[in-house]
């Protein structure tokens, strides 16, 4: 890994700190950038910050304020969404206004913005990961599909190159979201973007599991699906881990027979626990399907309510018999675990990621000092 580097011009990339996934699908791309010799700062917040110093502490780092998306037991997503318009609006713009003064004092020719809508500036070569070029509404929200189209190809225009981690095709993991539609003409694939592919799975000695609980996303959803687990898993009579998606907590604890709980674990620990085939229970967020697209594991997936893009996803994963979705209720859990075991998961390599070389054409086309 590199170390610090202050006299070669740096790439920027920023995550968006809703939830660990979108900086969790940073970590290949970052690892493809500092193997090529590229001088890499990180810039980010919350969780992901914490998650990102973990994974490479040799690198430069710059704490980016964030979005901050709160949820809400008793409200409906959409409604909650709805109101924080404004301030999410807000922190675009902020961040915007903020992104040349960062690129000339940390000398950045590049800035890599996953999902963070506001990281365009002409100063440097920009470029944005996205997997949502079409956003799907809450229902009652239907009639302003078109108009967030629209929203999202303003956007997208004003970056140099956008990149979608899929395929180009039908046979594809994002569905609806990244196809179907008239796509930019900066758009590129890059081939789903696992933090696994380029991380060699922990030697040490793991135990086996036979479930591996993988809890994410904002208060107060996190701890509610946290805490369904706990109450469900032990009637499975299985050997369960649950990481609890709390970065800095790693050391692996017993809560009961059968239960271990750990708050986070390094993509190398967490992808030698996964080589020996457990059942994995998580959210169906995007950056998830795409680790199990890599790893091959059986799943179950549960959507964050109100989140329409998880339930698109849960539900198109299981139309098409590859992960169980679950709609997060006690009755449905044991049918649930019984239908992943009968479908099929997804066979790794099936769809291809080309990360390595979208990486090695961004370096090639900015000449960016190595």
Not at 12 to 36: E, F, N, Y
Not at 310 to 330: H, P, S, T, V
């Amino acid at each position: 890994m590199q170390s610090k580097d202050t006299k070669k011009p740096g790439i920027l990339i920023c995550p968006l700190d809703w939830g660990l996934g979108h900086a969790a699908r940073c970590i290949p791309v970052i690892h493809q950038l500092t193997k090529a010799g590229a001088r890499v700062v990180i810039g980010a917040g919350g969780a992901g910050l914490k998650l990102l110093r973990a994974e490479f502490p040799g690198l430069e780092f710059i704490l980016m304020p964030g979005y901050n998306i709160s949820y809400s037991r008793r409200f409906p997503l959409g409604i909650i969404l709805l109101l924080q318009v404004p301030r999410i609006l807000f922190h675009i713009i902020m961040e915007h206004r903020s992104i040349g003064h960062l690129v000339r004092k940390h000398d950045i020719r590049i800035v890599i913005s996953d999902n963070r809508y506001g990281l365009w500036t002409k100063h440097a070569y920009c470029v944005f990961i996205t997997h949502q070029v079409n956003i799907i509404p809450p229902p009652f929200l239907n009639f302003t599909e078109s108009l967030l189209a629209r929203f999202v190809r303003f956007i997208l225009k004003r970056y140099r190159e956008v990149w979608i981690p899929d395929a180009v095709g039908i046979y594809n993991l994002s569905g609806r979201l990244s196809h179907g539609k008239d796509l930019p003409p900066n758009v590129k694939f890059t081939g789903p973007l696992s933090r696994f592919e380029l991380t060699e799975p922990s030697d040490e000695p793991m135990q086996n599991y036979d479930i591996l609980a993988v809890i994410s996303g904002p208060e107060p959803q996190r701890s509610a699906f946290e805490e369904t687990l706990l109450r469900l898993l032990p009637d499975t009579n299985c050997k369960c881990l649950i990481v609890r998606g709390i970065p800095g907590h790693t050391k692996i604890q017993i809560v009961n027979t059968g239960i271990h709980i750990t708050g986070h674990l390094p993509a190398a620990v967490l992808g030698a626990i996964l080589k020996n085939n457990p059942l994995v229970i998580s959210r169906s967020g995007y950056s998830t399907i795409m680790d199990l697209a890599f790893t091959g594991n059986k799943a179950v997936l549960v959507a964050t309510p109100g989140q329409t893009e998880q339930e698109y996803l849960a539900r198109r994963m299981d139309d098409l018999n590859l992960f169980a979705c679950w709609d997060g209720k006690d009755d449905s859990f044991s049918d649930a675990l019984k239908k992943s075991r009968q479908y099929s998961g997804i066979v790794p390599g099936s769809i291809p990621s080309e990360c390595s070389e979208t990486c090695k054409e961004l370096l090639k086309t900015t000449g960016i000092p190595l």
